[in-house]
């Protein structure tokens, strides 16, 4: 079992920055994919970026350009740079980080991300 908690969300002014961490209480360089995802009020879940065991990165179209995945197997943490926030990226977002052919497929409980216009 692998526990994730998220920190790094909060309140911040739309053009302004965030960096959201997820840290792991186990070894996360067994897990092949890892990924960032958020939901705001009445949407469903979007994947917002991810990253896999090689390094190898996918972002939605939405956030291309201004946020950066990246993992740290050392620290057993994934992390999201936010830049550029808008008032749409706006959610509450989640670390999910898996390896399906092991059985691993763990969520973090969310951080809460608001920017404001």
């Known amino acids: 079992q692998v526990q994730l908690v998220e920190s790094g969300g909060g309140l911040v002014q739309a053009g302004g920055s965030l960096r959201l961490s997820c840290v792991a209480s186990r070894s996360i360089f067994s897990m092949n994919y890892v990924g960032w995802y958020r939901q705001a009020p009445g949407k469903q879940r979007e994947l917002v970026a991810s990253i896999t065991s090689v390094f190898r990165t996918n972002y939605a179209d939405s956030v291309k350009g201004r946020f950066t995945i990246s993992r740290d197997n050392a620290k057993n943490t994934v992390y999201l740079q936010m830049f550029s926030l808008k008032p749409e990226d706006t959610a509450v977002y989640y670390c999910?980080?898996?390896?399906?052919?092991?059985?691993?497929?763990?969520w973090g409980q969310g951080t809460q991300v608001t920017v404001s216009s």
């Open positions: 999910n980080i898996r390896n399906l052919a092991l059985g691993h497929d763990y």
